[in-house]
């Protein structure tokens, strides 16, 4: 379907996920958050896409925020809903879903924005980004995830003070502290956006959404991380592409595996 606020862009088996509000600086409206569950459940359910890259458009900003526009006029319960909705159909579908996704951070990533990267499963930023939840000097928090996968990230003392104060912190910072993997020039970021995930999408689909479940499941208090390893471990000799693998290295050749 045709979007208004997003960019799709197929690349081989990347799947592009451009966010396209560039004059407001890609900041998430309702709208721009619709499209996203579409356009992250298509390319999860595409047989022919094996990951995303997400990004915004031009060099200012990967998302400068959520447009708060909107927010003026929320009640108690209008704010609640928006956070669950958010929640359910753009942050957690991200981190929970079968494929890899990369956020490939240029710019500003603030807010909302921030919270889309963590979402994200692994982060490459440019040494241009700057990345903070300044939420707080609105007379808000948080509400899409950024306290819960700050703190998983940095720690709760650093999330804490991130957060409470609103400062935003360079790509350099954030590479120390274990927000981003990666920090590259700007002309780079996609390039290495694209080096990683490709490398990913060498090896056996079916035992990298198992690993994303499990790792997911000991960040879980209602989970045991352990058992979930355990049953998706097992789970994994029942694939063709196990067979395949044990096969490609014992013959020593490169495995072609095919997602069974």
Not at 81 to 99: C, Y
Request: charged content about 20%.
């Amino acid at each position: 379907m045709p979007f208004q606020n997003l960019l799709i862009e197929d690349k081989e088996r990347i799947r592009y996920v451009i966010i396209n509000r560039e004059s407001k600086l890609n900041a998430l409206n309702k709208a721009t958050l619709a499209e996203l569950h579409i356009a992250i459940t298509e390319a999860f359910s595409t047989a022919t896409v094996g990951g995303i890259i997400i990004t915004g458009a031009g060099p200012k900003a990967f998302v400068a925020g959520a447009d708060i526009s909107e927010f003026a006029d929320l009640d108690i319960k209008e704010g609640t809903e928006l956070a669950k909705l958010g929640h359910n159909a753009v942050f957690n579908l991200i981190e929970n879903g079968s494929k890899p996704v990369v956020a490939a951070v240029n710019g500003f990533a603030l807010g909302g924005g921030l919270e889309l990267a963590m979402a994200c499963h692994i982060r490459i930023a440019s040494d241009n980004a700057k990345m903070g939840l300044p939420e707080v000097t609105l007379g808000l928090m948080p509400g899409y995830g950024g306290t819960q996968r700050l703190t998983q990230l940095v720690g709760k003392g650093k999330a804490l003070e991130m957060i409470m104060t609103a400062d935003m912190i360079p790509a350099a910072e954030a590479l120390q502290l274990g927000l981003v993997n990666h920090v590259t020039t700007p002309d780079e970021l996609l390039i290495k956006a694209e080096e990683i995930l490709n490398k990913i999408l060498s090896r056996a689909p079916l035992a990298i959404a198992a690993a994303i479940t499990a790792v997911n499941a000991g960040l879980k208090d209602s989970v045991n991380g352990f058992e979930t390893e355990i049953e998706n471990f097992g789970k994994c000799f029942g694939t063709e592409d196990f067979k395949e693998g044990v096969s490609a290295f014992l013959e020593k050749r490169k495995p072609a595996f095919k997602g069974r």
